[in-house]
């Protein structure tokens, strides 16, 4: 019998996770998470689901929600990924993780399936989930997509309800590299007759969310066309404006499917979504006094809406600890932030990190003020020792960055 440590260890060593080895992890087909969910009698048909895409935002939209239909009194999974310490992260109940036990059970039970269909970490961490929340007679569960959405392990559900956030440049390897052809694959998740809320649209993915919508005859409802009070939430950013619009957006659709959620239950939803929901990583603001906070954006859409809170913060110097996967455009992230920082470049500690000897070949000229470390503890703290009480240290370039800080 397994420990949950060995479980652990066992998942990640016999099953292609892409957070950590990348492009031989994908799946590019939904035949294994189909075979996968019948041998466990298709437990992704005994509950209500909301299915979230995008290119960013998915994961803060998701807990919002998920938090609101918390206070709302309704029984609540989640699932979104990648973890950030612990797996158990993408199987929660009302913000509580899964038990160690049931993992463990999980993995001894249908081990042999597991290796059988050749499945991915992904494909198991889904099928892992839509297990627990049939288990748990959840009322609802919030479901994230992972990479795209046509093709994506989660797109074997009939939600009430689909979301796509927004559309920007990530994953073009797998997804395209247009704006209107990742449209295309997230707009794999709209689902016959079921409404769909667009988070935000430009001038290239709008037509293509309008024509799928159209073809599948689901109510179309572009959040940026609609004005919300501007309710306050812990959620720190003013990125989250547009995620919480379209939240807004989604909650007032499902009230008119006939869910029971009431003004307050939406007021203190935002309130309290890293209180609900355990949410990290998203503005997360680790110290003041120099103000520390980390995030885990990492692609260009994302990068744009840190770049603009880092420069609505007052700080005298910035510090930046950065540390990135092998199938980024470093230089491309760079742009995000400015050359008048001090810069600590790092290596995140998984395979696909980005090997700090080759960072430094590739660092440009103009950023003069610049470190390099082996870890990410080193560099964070070579930026704590030399950063002033009125200063900022940023932490990113990667959710692995994130997650060893965290």
């Known amino acids: 019998m397994r420990t949950y440590q060995e479980t652990i260890d066992w998942l990640f060593t016999n099953l292609p996770m892409f957070q950590r080895v990348g492009v031989s992890a994908m799946k590019a087909d939904l035949t294994n998470i189909t075979a996968l969910c019948e041998y466990l009698g298709n437990p992704q048909t005994k509950f209500k689901t909301v299915h979230i895409a995008g290119t960013n935002g998915k994961g803060s939209t998701s807990h919002m929600l998920a938090s609101i239909f918390q206070e709302a009194g309704f029984k609540t999974g989640l699932t979104t990924s990648p973890h950030l310490k612990d797996f158990r992260e993408r199987i929660r109940v009302n913000g509580v993780m899964a038990e160690e036990e049931f993992v463990v059970d999980f993995v001894n039970k249908h081990e042999q399936k597991i290796i059988d269909q050749k499945a991915s970490f992904f494909e198991i961490a889904i099928a892992m989930a839509f297990e627990y929340f049939a288990q748990q007679k959840v009322d609802i569960a919030i479901i994230e997509t992972g990479l795209g959405g046509r093709l ?12 796509i956030t927004n559309i920007g440049l990530d994953h073009t390897q797998f997804l395209g590299d247009t704006l209107d052809k990742i449209a295309f694959e997230k707009a794999g998740i709209i689902k016959p007759n079921t409404a769909v809320v667009i988070g935000e649209t430009t001038a290239e993915t709008k037509p293509v969310f309008m024509k799928v919508a159209q073809e599948r005859n689901a109510e179309i409802i572009l959040a940026e066309e609609k004005h919300f009070q501007d309710l306050t939430s812990d959620l720190k950013g003013s990125y989250q404006i547009k995620n919480k619009r379209a939240v807004l957006a989604a909650i007032e659709q499902l009230q008119k499917q006939g869910w029971t959620i009431s ?27 120099p103000l520390i906070v980390a995030d885990t954006a990492h692609n260009p859409h994302g990068l744009a809406e840190v770049s603009k809170q880092i420069n609505e913060q007052p700080y005298n110097q910035l510090h ?36 700090i000897d080759e960072l430094y070949q590739i660092i440009p000229e103009d950023i003069q003020d610049k470190h390099f470390f082996d870890s990410v503890e080193k560099a964070l703290l070579a930026a704590k020792n030399n950063a002033s009480v009125n200063d900022m240290i940023y932490i990113g370039g990667s959710t692995f960055v994130v997650a060893e800080v965290i």
């Open 263 to 289: 003004t307050d239950n939406i007021t203190n939803g935002l309130l309290n979504v890293v209180k609900n929901t355990n949410l990290r990583g998203r503005w997360d603001i680790l110290g003041h006094y």
């Open 320 to 355: 930046l600890v950065l540390g990135f996967v092998n199938d980024k455009d470093v230089l491309s992230i760079l742009q995000f932030f400015p050359k008048k920082a001090t810069y600590y470049f790092c290596q995140p500690n998984v395979p696909r990190k980005y090997d």
């Open 152 to 163: 994506d392990s989660t797109n074997i559900i009939l939600p009430e309800l689909s979301i």
